[in-house]
């Protein structure tokens, strides 16, 4: 069955130091991979879309790579700040399975301590 | 000047009763959507409704219908609402393919007595 897995539900860190999220995946063959932001009694929040052919995508402090043959992408936050706490979430499209869904993993809850 | 504006915020009602949850959006997207979030916070697909395609995710119990009368706005309806329908609803709109992500809006929490 297919599975998208977020590596852990909760993740502290100190603030200014680097966070990385792992999403893993498996029994898809998504075209793109998109990362979300959620906060507490929010809609998700569109953050970045990397491509399959696309190694690595950056925007201000963040940076997602994305590898197909391993079956999983990394999200960092760079010099991570208490506002960066929120949670997670990576998001698969299901397109070649024939329908046009983004399928959502089960996030990790970052908190960045000042 | 919402993107996507969902309502009621809150709806709490008894079993067995129908309701009904709107949604609208202001982008010109092609695409809309209805998430469901659970207790444990897992968002999973329901719909997706492109130019009257209706894709049904096949664990969704036939007590849920979404109806759009127009491209900006996708209502979801349920039936004889039961306890494990307790949840946080999510309408979403994107354009079609990877031309960006999805623009969600603020959920409405459904609690059913």
């Known amino acids: 069955s297919q599975k998208i897995e977020q590596n852990s539900e909760a993740l502290n860190i100190q603030e200014g130091k680097t966070a990385t999220l792992t999403c893993n995946y498996t029994?898809?063959?998504?075209?793109?991979l998109q990362w979300y932001r959620q906060d507490p009694g929010r809609g998700p929040v569109f953050l970045l879309l990397?491509?399959?052919?696309?190694k690595e995508k950056r925007k201000e402090r963040l940076k997602v790579t994305f590898d197909t043959t391993l079956k999983q992408s990394l999200f960092h936050i760079t010099a991570s700040q208490p506002a960066d706490s929120a949670t997670y979430l990576c998001a698969l499209d299901a397109t070649q399975t024939g329908a046009n869904n983004l399928f959502f993993g089960t996030g990790t809850r970052l908190t960045v301590i000042p | 000047d919402t993107a996507v504006s969902q309502t009621p915020k809150y709806l709490v009602t008894q079993m067995g009763n129908d309701k009904s949850i709107k949604c609208e959006q202001n982008?010109?997207?092609?695409?809309m959507y209805w998430y469901k979030q659970d207790s444990k916070k897992f968002l999973k697909i329901m719909f997706s409704?492109?130019?009257?395609?209706?894709?049904i995710n096949e664990t969704v119990p036939n007590r849920f219908s979404p109806k759009s009368p127009d491209k900006a706005h996708l209502n979801l309806h349920i039936n004889s609402l039961e306890l494990g329908d307790s949840a946080v609803y999510f309408c979403?709109?994107?354009?079609?393919?990877?031309?960006?992500?999805?623009?969600f809006g603020s959920g409405t929490r459904l609690t059913v007595v």
């Open positions: 990397i491509r399959e052919n696309e």
């Open positions: 029994n898809y063959s998504p075209a793109y």
């Open positions: 982008l010109g997207h092609d695409t």
């Open positions: 409704y492109n130019n009257k395609e209706l894709i």
């Open positions: 979403a709109s994107s354009l079609r393919g990877d031309r960006g992500g999805y623009t």
